[in-house]
């Protein structure tokens, strides 16, 4: 026992010595689930996240469009707010795999905390005689929209979380749409946002349709964007982390 134990230290030194003692974290030294699988389940739970908040979003301006209704706008915050307490708890089990899922975990608390207060405005506003007033107040529109570019920093982070995972498994054209699909996404997406708080401005009938175009094209963006999410979940989740050529070719099968 004590030649072993002599043995692994000897090991360790040479491992701290030939880095000139930095502790140099690579991708073999990735936790995966027990026998060498990754589990991957959070990713699924954030890819479920991104759609509420995707189909919640859509939702609320066909609502507006047809009438503005403060049950409907509380309702939206709500689904808001559970949807980053999901996505929260959800990257919070995938954050060792690599420090993108690890930023896009921090990046939900900031989520977190806008969605509440963005209710908790709304809900004193409206308390006091603000009526539909109180969700276009500054501070409720501030709210929002440090939810919306939050939402968009935590995207990118997963997608290139996934690009990771994609390139361990030697998927070049999955990683590499999972690297570039958020930049051509985040500008549209900003886009449709800018057009629809400016739509307010055209005709009554071209408000509708410029409004429907651009929240189409914002619920495009999110499913597109989440299909990449759900094809990485697909590959690696449950999947042996291939190291050697036999285990990449096990792992196609």
């Known amino acids: 026992m004590e030649k072993e134990s002599a043995a692994m230290e000897a090991e360790d030194i040479t491992e701290v010595s030939a880095n ?3 502790v140099v974290e690579t991708k073999e030294d990735r ?5 060498h699988r990754y589990d991957l389940r959070g990713l699924q739970v954030a890819a479920v996240a991104f759609a509420v908040m995707a189909l919640g979003g859509f939702a609320a301006y066909l609502f507006r469009m047809m009438d503005k ?4 706008e509380f309702a939206y915050i709500g689904l808001i707010f559970a949807a980053w307490a999901l996505l929260f708890a959800a990257l919070r089990n995938i954050t060792e795999y690599n420090m993108h899922f690890n930023r896009a975990f921090y990046a939900s608390l900031p989520g977190i905390m806008a969605s509440m207060i963005w209710g908790i405005i709304t809900v004193f506003d409206y308390s006091n005689g603000g009526g539909y007033h109180s969700f276009i107040t500054m501070g409720a529109m501030f709210a929002m929209y440090i939810c919306f570019m939050t939402m968009l920093y935590a995207y990118t982070h997963v997608l290139l979380g996934c690009a990771d995972l994609a390139g361990d498994f030697r998927k070049t054209e999955l990683r590499q749409s999972c690297q570039s699909i958020w930049k051509s996404c985040m500008v549209i997406m900003i886009l449709a946002l800018i057009v629809i708080q400016g739509a307010p401005v055209f005709a009554e009938m071209t408000k509708y349709i410029v409004t429907g175009c651009a929240a189409t094209a914002m619920l495009i963006c999110h499913m597109l964007m989440i299909r990449k999410i759900l094809a990485v979940f697909d590959l690696c989740d449950g999947k042996r982390k291939p190291g050697r050529l036999s285990d990449i070719l096990s792992s196609e099968n």
């Open 20 to 22: 000139d003692g930095a």
């Open 69 to 72: 209704l403060a049950p409907v």
């Open 31 to 35: 936790p995966v689930r027990p026998g």
